[in-house]
């Protein structure tokens, strides 16, 4: 996953609130957090302490807002009033149907290889390391309620099928990243970055004209990089199996699924990073390239996207 490098930190970490660290840097400041399960971080280049503690505020407040309202794991959100739902109709609110629409439009350029009713398949798949393995039985009934052409979806108002569910998890990160930089670019013209679990976007380049610098996470030893690239604007978003996986007899598992099939992926890369405007379009296209299997690096060099593989 892309990670930001930067020059030595040059004093101690100290806390800037109970949940945000703040790092002074030769040119700014980094500031961390955690959020969405994942380690967050916001790099400013301005002098003034305050601003950059401000915009790391908004941007924490930015992410723990996307993931309360969006996450499936909560039952007093937007998410679990659809799924619990299911079988009536729902009034979404313009953010969720914006959303909705993105994820619509995104499984019809798809081909249906993404599909936001698919987070079912979590119940049977858990990608942890194991060698367990669903049987065709348990995946044949699960596809039963998978398929977004089953929900009628008319803005702002959603039905699904009873028993089926929408899971925002293939877009969320992505989307908070955007949206922080937009708080953040409220507060600042200075030169920002924000990374969310290896999922990025810069404001422009650097200061003084520079790209920001970006490791690419080894897929074989966890936490060192596998290359560096050079960013100055729009997004960086991996796909890969490096974290979540199944190995059996020998054969690697990804937790990327087909929503056609309910099975993973087979011959996909190990790693795909993709380069794109927003960071919501480069998690789509990394995430359709590895569903494209053997033919992902095909499927992006057609489509002219930028990205970088580890196969």
């Known amino acids: 996953m892309p990670n930001a490098v930067s020059s030595p930190i040059v004093t101690e970490e100290v806390n800037a609130s109970p949940t945000l660290r703040i790092a002074p840097e030769p040119n700014g400041y980094r500031l961390s957090f955690n959020a969405m399960a994942c380690p967050c971080e916001v790099r400013v280049e301005v002098s003034d302490v305050t601003v950059a503690i401000e915009v790391g505020l908004v941007a924490e407040a930015e992410a723990k807002r996307i993931e309360s309202k969006f996450s499936r794991y909560r039952d007093d959100n937007i998410v679990a009033e659809i799924n619990r739902n299911s079988g009536h109709d729902v009034r979404v609110d313009p953010e969720t149907a914006q959303l909705l629409d993105f994820a619509s439009q995104f499984h019809e350029v798809s081909g249906g290889r993404f599909d936001i009713t698919s987070g079912v398949l979590r119940r049977i798949w858990h990608f942890d390391g194991s060698d367990k393995l669903p049987s065709d039985g348990e995946i044949k009934a699960l596809r039963l309620f998978i398929g977004w052409r089953k929900v009628r979806w008319r803005n702002p108002v959603i039905r699904l099928k009873p028993g089926m569910e929408i899971d925002f998890g293939g877009i969320g990160k992505e989307y908070a990243v955007d949206s922080a930089l937009v708080a953040a670019q409220k ?5 920002v970055l924000i990374n969310f ?3 990025l976007r810069v404001s422009g380049p650097h200061a003084d004209g520079s790209r920001w610098r970006v490791a690419i996470e080894s897929t074989d030893h966890l936490g060192k990089p596998a290359g560096m690239l050079e960013i100055a604007e729009g997004a960086l978003a991996t796909s890969g199996d490096a974290r979540r996986f199944l190995l059996k007899d020998g054969v690697r598992y990804g937790h990327i699924l087909n929503p056609l099939s309910g099975r993973p992926v087979a011959g996909a890369p190990r790693s795909v990073t993709v380069a794109a405007a927003t960071c919501i379009e480069a998690g789509m296209l990394a995430t359709l390239a590895v569903l494209h299997g053997r033919l992902a690096e095909k499927f992006l060099e057609r ?9």
Request: charged share 25%; hydrophobic share 40%; aromatic share 12%.
């Open 197 to 199: 679990g290896g999922d």
């Open 187 to 191: 507060i600042t013209k200075a030169p």
């Open 303 to 311: 489509e002219k996207i930028q990205a970088w593989f580890i196969q």
